[in-house]
């Protein structure tokens, strides 16, 4: 008989125990239901490479968006803007010089080089023309003449030259040369661009309001484009992410007030409203619900809470109910 007392007092205790802990575990369908704080957290990382020269906060520290966090060595990147400005203005004047076409000076001397060409042609003739007369007369030599003939054939060719020149000043650069020259120039800006923001970036910036989780890196260490150097837990939004059965989804629909109640804040509930509906059913998440109900399929939410507070963290479990 005391066996039996033991027996029946140790299940009576079980069946107690389970009784208490039975509304954590498994959906009521009284319009309760048990979720999780859901904070969304943030790798900060530099989009440029370098050497850190400082960080502004620690771990734990409270940050606002748009607060300077930690900064690069500027000074190479300062130089390579330097570098990106001066070609810039270079392939800039190339470019303005090929839009304006050559200078009237520049046209009018290659005139006058035509009109000397066109002389030095016509004495090469009058010169030769004289050797041909007296070559047959025995008044000149063979030699004479054939050097007088070079001669008129070279000022011929420096006529040509100077024709051809005097014609490409007329008609200016061709399109080619002032596409290539453009092309040079929107290359050139681009570059610019790039190393101006690549010096904005030397500056990691809070995208939002949070708090500083992890701080990974120290002042001096060299910094690879993409490597974190703080990990940011955001502000807002604060999620609850809750799942419900299919039979209380009528209870739960986006855009429905709830209550969420906590046991760091007995008696002080937060408010919020569902969100988000998952439109599939999932199996229920086998480490917040029961052995009887890891099978069961439900619906995830995404509950916004509206007045949420630093003792919301990360994984704290909470109790949702419908608003009053």
Do not use: C
């Not at 048990?34 to 400082?54: C, H, K, Q, T």
């Not at 439109?279 to 916004?304: C, H, N, Q």
């Not at 990360?314 to 608003?323: K, S």
């Amino acid at each position: 008989m005391n066996k039996k007392l033991v027996v029946v007092a140790v299940l009576a205790a079980g069946a107690i125990a389970a009784w208490q802990f039975w509304p954590r575990l498994a959906p009521a369908a009284n319009g309760t239901i048990y979720g999780n704080i859901d904070i969304r957290e943030v790798n900060l990382a530099f989009r440029s490479a370098g050497r850190l020269m400082d960080l502004k906060v620690d771990e734990g520290s409270k940050v606002k968006a748009g607060e300077v966090l930690a900064v690069l060595d500027t000074e190479p990147l300062m130089n390579s803007l330097h570098s990106a400005e001066s070609a810039l203005a270079a392939v800039k004047a190339r470019n303005s010089l090929l839009h304006q076409g050559y200078r009237s000076e520049d046209k009018e001397q290659a005139k006058a080089r035509v009109v000397a060409a066109q002389a030095a042609l016509q004495e090469a003739e009058r010169v030769l023309a004289r050797q041909r007369e007296l070559v047959p007369q025995g008044a000149a030599a063979q030699r004479a003449l054939d050097s007088a003939s070079n001669a008129r054939e070279q000022a011929a060719s420096q006529l040509k030259v100077a024709q051809q020149h005097a014609q490409a000043m007329n008609n200016g650069w061709r399109k080619e040369e002032i596409a290539e020259s453009d092309a040079l120039v929107a290359q050139a800006s681009s570059n610019l661009a790039n190393a101006q923001l690549a010096l904005r970036d030397a500056a990691l910036i809070a995208p939002s309001d949070g708090v500083v989780l992890t701080r990974a890196l120290e002042k001096g260490a060299m910094v690879q484009v993409g490597t974190p150097v703080f990990s940011l837990s955001l502000v807002k939004p604060v999620w609850a992410r809750a799942y419900v059965s299919e039979a209380q989804l009528g209870q739960f629909g986006s855009g429905r007030k709830v209550v969420l109640l906590t046991d760091a804040r007995p008696g002080k509930p937060y408010h919020g409203v569902v969100g988000f509906v998952s439109p599939s059913a999932e199996f229920t998440p086998k480490s917040v619900e029961t052995t009887d109900l890891r099978t069961a399929l439900v619906y995830r939410l995404r509950i916004v809470v509206e007045d949420a507070d630093e003792q919301l963290r990360q994984g704290m479990p909470v109790t949702v109910q419908l608003a009053q």
